[in-house]
């Protein structure tokens, strides 16, 4: 889980955050984590820069919901802080 792009989407569905509380035992086997990342599919864009990401929620009554980053926190465009 700790290196799964599905399980930290999963996560901040679910639970609205992606931390150390998702790595514990009892989050990552809880049966609505794994249905939900069983539903998270991965998709390369190679137009993206390697700091670039978007992802896209499609909803049971049909809406989708996107965000957008154009630059990663920790990225030389955003780097993090001490």
């Known amino acids: 889980a700790q290196i799964s792009l599905q399980h930290w989407a999963a996560a901040a569905l679910l639970r ?3 931390g150390i509380a998702e790595l514990r035992e009892d989050c990552i086997h809880a049966p609505e984590m794994a249905a939900l990342r069983a539903k998270v ?3 390369v864009d190679p137009a993206f820069g390697r700091d670039e990401g978007r992802a896209e929620l499609a909803l049971a009554d049909g809406l ?6 154009a630059h ?8 993090m802080t001490d």
């Open 16 to 18: 609205g955050q992606a």
């Open 41 to 43: 599919i991965i998709e």
């Open 64 to 69: 989708t919901r996107r965000a957008d980053v």
């Open 72 to 79: 990663a926190r920790g990225s030389a465009e955003r780097p």
